[in-house]
C-alpha cells in the first residue's frame, strides 16, 4: 500500500511539475511566434518622455520594412510634423511643412535605445538569456535588465486579450524614464522602400511655398540663462533675433524665418533630443530647433546636450 501511496504521489508531483515548466514557458513561447516572423509593422502611439520633472508627450506614429528601413513621425498639438527616416541612402530628419530636410551622421537607431521601436527592443529581450517573462492575469510582461548610462531596465506589456503589444517602459533604477502606449499596431502592413523615400515623402506633405504669408516681425527671448553667464548684446533686424550670452559658458542663439524655397541644407546633425516643442537636433557646435515657421539655432562650442535641452526649452517667442 505504502509504495502504491509512493508512486501515486510520485506520480502527481511529476505531472504537477511538467504543468509548471508548462506555463513557465507559455508566455515566451507566445511572444515568439507573435514578433518572430516581422517583416514589417505600423504602430500609432503615445510616448512620454520624464525628463527633469516635466512629462514630455508627443505622438509617435512607426512604419518598419526589414531589414532596416524605418519612418517615425513625431507630432504634437501646436507644432509641426517632423519624420525621423532611414533608408539605404542613410538617416535624415525631415520637417515637411517647412520643406526642411537634415542628413544625420549617426548610426540611429544602433546608437541608444528607443521605446517606440518594436523590433530592436525585442531583438534586444530575445537574446539576453536574463529576460524574464511574467503572467499578471491577461498580461504578459517581458523585462529586462542591464547596464546602460541611460537605461537600466527595459519592460515589454503583451495583451492576451487584444493579442498585440500594449506599452513599452524604459526605466533608469526606479524610476520611469520613457513609456510609449500603444494606440493600434498593424503587423506585415503592405510597405514598400517608396514608403522610406525622401523625395516621395517630402513632395507628398511639403506646402507649396506660393503659400507662403508674409513674415511677422518677432523677437525671441531666453527665461533661463546658465550660472555665471549673462546677456552681453542682442540684436534685432527685420528677419533675425540675436541673443549673445558670455561669461562660463559662450553662446550665441539665433531666430529666423524658415524659408519654405527648399534650398539645401547643408548643416549634418549627429544626434537628436525630443522636447516640448519639437526634436532638437544638434551636432559638435550648433544645434536647431523649430518653434512654428521660426528656425532657431544655437552656437556654442562649450555647451553640454544637458544645457543645449535646457536652454531650447526655455526660449521665448514674441511675435
Given at each position: 500500500m505504502k509504495k502504491i501511496l509512493t508512486f501515486v504521489l510520485f506520480v502527481i508531483g511529476f505531472i504537477f511539475t511538467l504543468s509548471s515548466c508548462n506555463k513557465n514557458s507559455e508566455p515566451k513561447d507566445v511572444i515568439n511566434s507573435y514578433l518572430d516572423s516581422i517583416e514589417s509593422y505600423s504602430i500609432d502611439g503615445e510616448m512620454t518622455l520624464y525628463k527633469n520633472e516635466k512629462e514630455i508627450k508627443s505622438n509617435v506614429k512607426v512604419d518598419y520594412l526589414k531589414p532596416?528601413?524605418?519612418?517615425v513621425i513625431f507630432s504634437r498639438s501646436g507644432g509641426n510634423e517632423q519624420i525621423l527616416l532611414k533608408n539605404k541612402e542613410g538617416v535624415f530628419v525631415l520637417?515637411?511643412?517647412?520643406?526642411k530636410e537634415f542628413?544625420?551622421?549617426s548610426d540611429w537607431p544602433d546608437n541608444e535605445l528607443h521605446c517606440y521601436l518594436v523590433d530592436v527592443l525585442w531583438k534586444k529581450l530575445k537574446d539576453d538569456s536574463n529576460t524574464k517573462y511574467q503572467l499578471d492575469n491577461d498580461k504578459i510582461i517581458i523585462s529586462l535588465k542591464f547596464e546602460d548610462p541611460k537605461y537600466s531596465k527595459l519592460e515589454m506589456i503583451y495583451s492576451s486579450k487584444s493579442k498585440a503589444i500594449e506599452e513599452i517602459n524604459l526605466y533608469k533604477d526606479a524610476?520611469?524614464?520613457?513609456?510609449?502606449v500603444i494606440n493600434s499596431i498593424s503587423?506585415?502592413?503592405?510597405?514598400?522602400?517608396?514608403?522610406?523615400?525622401?523625395?516621395?515623402?517630402?513632395?507628398?506633405?511639403?506646402i507649396s511655398s506660393d503659400s507662403e504669408t508674409i513674415a511677422k516681425g518677432f523677437t525671441i527671448s531666453a527665461s533661463?540663462?546658465?550660472?555665471n553667464t549673462v546677456l552681453s548684446s542682442s540684436k534685432v533686424t527685420e528677419t533675425e533675433s540675436i541673443l549673445c550670452y558670455s561669461g562660463e559658458k559662450n553662446y550665441t542663439i539665433i531666430a529666423k524665418r524658415a524659408s519654405l524655397n527648399g534650398e539645401e541644407c547643408y548643416t549634418t546633425f549627429s544626434d537628436y533630443s525630443v522636447l516640448e516643442c519639437g526634436l532638437m537636433l544638434y551636432s559638435k557646435n550648433v544645434s536647431l530647433i523649430y518653434f512654428g515657421d521660426l528656425e532657431v539655432s544655437i552656437y556654442s562650442n562649450s555647451l553640454s546636450i544637458e544645457e543645449l535641452e535646457e536652454i531650447s526649452a526655455n526660449i521665448v517667442v514674441n511675435e
Open positions: 532596416n528601413y524605418y519612418k520637417t515637411p511643412a517647412l520643406n542628413k544625420f551622421n524610476s520611469i524614464k520613457a513609456k510609449y503587423l506585415d502592413p503592405k510597405l514598400t522602400e517608396n514608403d522610406f523615400s525622401v523625395s516621395l515623402i517630402m513632395n507628398e506633405n511639403t533661463i540663462s546658465l550660472d
